[in-house]
């Protein structure tokens, strides 16, 4: 493996208001939820029992273009 070049994994919605608070961006799992519904959201690439799972860097990517979109907005 490359050094540098970071392993995507694969997260469950709980981890993604983890990941939403180290970007500064407090969210709840309601918001979460909300986004799923979003036709940019990160679509689901796995389950682990009841449990969707989806990309860490398509998810990543989608909070850095909210991010985006309310630094724009403000």
Same mark, same amino acid.
């Given at each position: 493996?490359?050094? =540098? ?12 208001? &983890?990941? #939403?608070? +180290? /970007? ?15 036709? +940019? !959201?990160? /679509?689901?690439? =796995?389950?682990? =029992? ?7 860097? &398509? !998810?990543? #990517? /989608? ?12």
């Amino acid at each position: 493996m490359h050094q =540098g070049v970071e392993r995507d994994t694969l997260i469950n919605r709980s981890q993604m208001l &983890a990941i #939403a608070r +180290d /970007y500064n961006l407090v969210v709840s799992k309601s918001t979460i939820h909300r986004w799923s519904n979003e036709p +940019d !959201f990160p /679509y689901p690439v =796995g389950q682990n =029992g009841q449990n969707l799972l989806y990309s860490r860097q &398509a !998810f990543i #990517a /989608y909070l850095m273009r909210r991010l985006e979109k309310i630094q724009l907005e403000h």
